[in-house]
C-alpha cells in the first residue's frame, strides 16, 4: 500500500500545482496579453511544430482538450488571424491549424508576459536539478501513456 500511497500523495500534488500555475497563467495572459492560456497554448505548439503547422487531431491531443474545444479555439485564433486552417489535396477530412506571422506576432508580444510567470510560480521554487528530474520523470509518464514528450535539452 505504501507505494500507492506514494503515488497518489505525488499524482495530487501534481494536480495542485497545475492547477495554481494554470489559474496563475490564465489571469495575467488575458490581463497583459490578450490571450487565453489555451489560446497561447495553441500558438506555441504551432511555433514548435514542422512548418509552424500541426494537424488538428494532434492539438486535440496535445492539449487534452476535446474536438469540439479545439475547433472553437482555433475558429477564434482564426477570426482573430493568428491561425489558418489547411487542408491537403489527397484527403480534404485532414485539417491542419498553421501559424500565421500575426500569429507568430502575438506568440512574440506575450513572451514578456509568460516567461515572469513561469520564473514567479514554477521555476523559483525549484533548481535546475529538480526542473531536470521533474522534467524526465514526467517525460516517462507522458511516454508510457501514449504521448510522446518534448526532447530533453541536453544536460548542462
Known sequence: MGALD???TALQAVLDTHRVIT???????RAQAGLSLAQYEVLARLD??????LRMVDITRRLCVSKSGVTQLVDRLEAAGL????????????????LTPAGAEALRRSGP???PIVQEHFARHLSEQD?????????????????PAAPLPPAR
Open 6 to 8: 506514494d503515488a497518489t
Open 23 to 29: 489559474e496563475a497563467m490564465e489571469r495575467q495572459l
Open 48 to 53: 514548435q511544430a514542422p512548418g509552424g503547422r
Open 83 to 98: 491561425v489558418a486552417r489547411e487542408f491537403t489535396a489527397a484527403n480534404r477530412r485532414l485539417t491542419y491549424a498553421r
Open 113 to 115: 508576459v509568460w516567461e
Open 131 to 147: 526542473l531536470r528530474c521533474l522534467r524526465a520523470a514526467l517525460a516517462k509518464v507522458l511516454d508510457g501513456n501514449g504521448y
